[in-house]
């Protein structure tokens, strides 16, 4: 049977005794694998990169190499979170490097939002290709696939021979891809699934129940060409509407929300003077599937609170706006 096609049988993991069935037979299968090898992997932060990293070090340890690459488009505190819990709680073999320079340099004046996101796949890729050559005995890559995207590319691939598009090495170059045998411990796995085993692998609550980022991060929420002060004002102004969502028992209640800042000006009052300053722009959708979304009802306390904190804490920041846009029309992403 196709390794890469879920049995019909397979139950589906929805309590922690099931997870930790699972969790036991994938470290045996992965010990199996990688005997005394050293594995790859890219560490996001991201859910089904943590729980990757996470039943791994269970398996092997410190055989497992992660990197993760900051690219200067995290959320607030983003990077310092993955290394807290992977270096400091799990002990993991961890390399970390701050790649915002090169990042941010190659975007400076791009507004095209598909160029940005190719940039930023293209440069990523680049980056961890980089530290991959640099270290010695390594046979394999693990990927957090997850069966979603498995089923993905078996559509795409409708009518031909199934080559599965995820199976491309995480897009490495040649030099490297042909080195490297995948893991992919979580590929027959749904993503409710990957929260249930991230849960029983003591991943917090944080991680487990992250919401969905996009590759690209802030990078496609500061629309148009990217400036750094602009960068930073969405980075503190989405970290405060995050805090007022924990605080008020919202952030349990919706599915994503976060803070667009667009590349446009209006004009306030600031001690008693014009101040020229950006739009916060707050994104909060309930939906099932992301085809279709609805917009959150947040109390107008809660906004007003959000507000005042965002117009006297961010700099550069002189207004809040809530977009009350559903999908359809609205994507959820602004770019």
């Keep these: 049977m196709d390794s890469n096609v879920r049995p019909e049988t397979m139950e589906r993991i929805a309590t922690p005794e099931l ?23 890219a560490l996001s932060g991201g859910v089904d ?30 990077s310092e979170n993955v290394i807290e819990i992977f270096r400091n709680g799990l002990d993991a073999n961890l ?3 701050d790649a915002t320079d090169r990042f941010l340099n190659l975007l400076d004046g791009v507004a095209e939002p598909e ?24 046979s394999f890559l693990a990927q957090g696939t997850i069966y979603p995207d498995i089923l ?22 040649d030099d490297l891809a042909e080195k490297f045998e995948l893991v992919e411990p979580l590929k027959l796995l749904y993503k409710d699934e990957v929260r249930v085993v991230g849960r029983a692998l003591g991943l917090p609550s944080a991680m487990v129940d992250r919401q969905p980022f996009p590759g690209p ?32 028992g919202l952030a349990t209640k919706v599915w ?15 001690d008693e003077g014009r101040y020229e300053g950006w739009p916060a722009i707050i994104r909060a959708v309930n939906t099932k599937d992301a085809m ?7 109390p107008y306390s809660v906004l007003h609170k959000i507000t005042n904190r965002i117009i006297t804490e961010v700099d550069g920041i002189n207004r809040v706006l809530y977009d009350l846009t559903p999908k359809p029309t609205g994507t959820i992403e602004w770019e």
Excluded at 58 to 74: F, P, R, W, Y
Excluded at 256 to 270: A, L, T
Excluded at 292 to 298: C, G, K
């Design 19 to 41: 997870a930790e069935k699972f969790i036991t037979e994938q470290v045996d299968e992965v010990r199996r694998q990688v005997g005394d090898k050293k594995v790859l992997l």
């Design 115 to 138: 160029k940005k996101r190719k940039i930023i796949g293209k440069e990523f890729i680049e980056v961890f290709a980089d530290e991959a050559r640099k270290l010695e005995g390594v």
């Design 292 to 298: 279709t979304a609805t917009i959150e009802e947040i």
């Design 95 to 97: 390399i970390y490097i």
């Design 152 to 173: 993905e590319s078996f559509k795409q691939a409708e009518g031909k021979q199934a080559v599965k598009s995820h199976h491309n090495v995480g897009g490495l170059p």
């Design 49 to 78: 990169s943590s729980v990757v990293a996470a039943l791994l070090i269970k398996a092997i340890g410190k055989q497992l190499v992660c990197v993760h690459v900051n690219h200067g488009l995290m959320r607030k505190n983003e």
């Design 256 to 270: 994503q929300f976060f803070v667009v800042v667009p590349d446009m000006k209006s004009v306030g009052v600031k």
């Design 217 to 248: 991060g802030l990078g496609v929420r500061c629309t148009g060409a990217i400036t750094r002060d602009r960068l930073h004002a969405l980075r503190e102004a989405d970290a405060i509407l995050r805090e007022e969502f924990d605080i008020s």
